[in-house]
């Protein structure tokens, strides 16, 4: 008898922005959450940290307002790879990352998925962690 795990079946997930214009969902093989503690996507998060949902590969669906979608390539990142940052062009809210080094990769904002409630696996850049913030997973991040 194998052992082996069978490969785990594709997941959806859907987000939304604050004004509505946009609703996307994205389909694909699910990596779970991470944390990122960079300075980057504290700024782009407006948050301590950001909390970030990756598919790969993923596929990206917009059920409405792909037109209203803006994008930022962010090329000072703390890894050196250049970040796509998606986000609703009408009321701002952050909805998805690219990055062209991991084709296929989706990144979707947890804060904008409906009924999200999993727990984030791993931490990214922890040197870079706000004091004040409690312990999540002692993880490292990886793809
Ligand atoms: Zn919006
Ligand atoms: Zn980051």
Redesign the pocket.
């Known amino acids: 008898m194998s052992t082996k795990k069978p490969s785990p079946p594709p997941t959806t997930l859907t987000a939304t922005?604050?004004?509505?214009?946009?609703q996307l969902s994205v389909t694909g093989i699910d990596k779970g959450s991470v944390l990122c503690h960079c300075s980057n996507c504290r700024r782009a998060s407006g948050s301590a940290f950001a909390y970030n949902h990756r598919f790969l590969p993923g596929e990206l669906t917009f059920a409405k307002g792909e037109e209203?979608i803006r994008q930022y390539v962010d090329t000072n990142t703390k890894s050196g790879n250049p970040l796509e940052r998606h986000f609703?062009g009408?009321?701002g809210?952050p909805m998805f990352m690219k990055n062209p080094q991991f084709k296929g990769l989706i990144v979707l904002h947890g804060g904008s998925l409906e009924d999200h409630r999993v727990q984030p696996r791993q931490e990214l850049f922890i040197e870079d962690k706000r004091p004040w913030v409690g312990e999540v997973t002692s993880k490292k991040a990886k793809l």
């Open positions: 922005c604050n004004c509505a214009a946009i209203a609703c009408t009321c809210c």
